[in-house]
């Protein structure tokens, strides 16, 4: 017979702590809403109103897309559920493409849903789902009160999963309102990596342009593949689609292939975009330090040399007459000690994202100004 100590030791830790704990069954007195329906609105995919689809790409693109990129597009990251309601609780019933099976992002991040409540400029967390890593559905209770009263929310979607099928659980008899307007039809649009999809923040209200959405009150596209931001001009024409641009970050570094590769795909990938929209702000970002640097110097000494033709790109179009393109040196973006706002000297934690938001909120919000 073992000791109390060992048994203890050996037993779920759910079972220790009751905040570790997945939760109660959902009641079944709840009325399941589907956010396709009005007056629900869903934000961040650039085609929904013409495909109804959970979907970061068109589902038949009219322009070749590799197929990793055509996979990456059914993860949801960006997308949002945004509505009003005076239900006491607000629930999700999710049914995803696949379970979780990231070893360092929580399954919160990569499949779950999270919530906040308040209203643009006020978001505050407000709950996360939870539910059993590699489950591929689950139900969730993502808010709960005592008080009926009229509350805006915003459901954020899974950053690295799709989702076939979503519901929203609210109490009998609860009235739905609309969100509130954005403050206008433009969309700011982000390209990227894994970075930009949302690599391997917690929760999904955590990735950093989930975090700029709630400061700046217009819907956000995120079409960062993980792994496979490699600037394609087919991506570029893709992105261009997008109606109403309030502006256009680009931050594929991180997946670039080199130094050379990058100084080839990079000119041809801004010029794509812009033949398209010559105004619209282009705010081209270089990756953010890798946690070996300090002792693998050749990491470094790559980082700057695509840091510093960056820079002269920029310095040479907007001497060519294209004012509408700045340039934002990701060095600083994580602080003094980036490893310490990553998980694996890659992709960043919370802090990092938090750190990363903070610093391209001020150039973000100058562009979209205009």
Not at 160 to 180: F, H, T
Not at 309 to 325: C, M, P, T, Y
């Given at each position: 017979m073992g000791s109390d100590s060992e048994k203890l030791t050996s037993s779920p830790l759910y079972q220790l702590d009751r905040n570790m704990s997945i939760g109660s069954p959902l009641s079944d007195r709840l009325q399941w809403h589907s956010p396709l329906e009005a007056p629900f609105l869903v934000a961040g995919f650039g085609w929904f109103q013409a495909e109804r689809l959970y979907r970061r790409l068109p589902a038949v693109?009219?322009?070749?897309?590799?197929?990793?990129?055509d996979a990456l597009s059914n993860c949801t990251s960006g997308g949002q559920i945004r509505f009003r309601t005076d239900s006491r609780t607000v629930s999700v019933r999710v049914r995803l493409t696949s379970g979780s099976g990231m070893y360092h992002m929580p399954p919160t991040g990569e499949c779950g849903m999270d919530a906040y409540i308040g209203g643009p400029g006020h978001w505050i967390h407000a709950g996360t789902a939870s539910f059993k890593p590699g489950q591929e559905e689950y139900e969730s209770s993502l808010f709960t009160c005592e008080d009926a009263e009229e509350r805006s929310f915003m459901l954020n979607?899974?950053?690295?999963?799709?989702?076939?099928?979503?519901?929203?659980?609210?109490?009998?008899?609860?009235?739905?309102?609309?969100?509130?307007?954005?403050?206008?039809?433009?969309?700011?649009?982000?390209?990227?990596?894994?970075?930009?999809q949302g690599g391997c923040a917690s929760r999904p209200g955590m990735s950093y342009p989930n975090i700029l959405s709630r400061h700046i009150h217009l819907e956000f596209i995120n079409l960062g593949f993980s792994g496979n931001g490699k600037g394609e001009p087919e991506l570029a024409m893709l992105a261009s689609q997008i109606s109403d641009p309030a502006c256009f970050v680009i931050d594929y570094e991180a997946n670039c292939g080199g130094t050379e590769e990058y100084r080839h795909t990079l000119p041809g990938f801004i010029k794509t975009y812009r033949e398209a929209h010559p105004d619209v702000p282009i705010i081209l970002v270089s990756r953010i330090p890798h946690g070996a640097e300090s002792f693998k110097p050749e990491i470094r000494e790559g980082r700057l040399a695509r840091l510093?033709?960056?820079?002269?790109?920029?310095?040479?179009?907007?001497?060519?007459?294209?004012?509408?393109?700045?340039?934002?040196?990701?060095?600083?973006?994580?602080?003094?000690?980036?490893g310490e706002a990553m998980v694996d000297g890659v992709h960043p934690t919370d802090l990092g994202f938090q750190r990363i938001a903070d610093g391209l909120l001020p150039v973000i919000r100058q562009a979209t100004s205009r």
């Open positions: 693109p009219d322009v070749p897309v590799r197929p990793e990129v979607m899974p950053l690295y999963q799709g989702v076939r099928e979503l519901w929203i659980g609210l109490e009998p008899g609860a009235k739905v309102w609309a969100p509130e307007p954005y403050d206008s039809s433009k969309k700011v649009i982000l390209y990227g990596t894994s970075i930009t510093k033709f960056q820079s002269e790109l920029v310095a040479e179009r907007n001497k060519a007459g294209d004012r509408h393109i700045v340039f934002v040196d990701g060095s600083d973006l994580l602080g003094d000690d980036p």
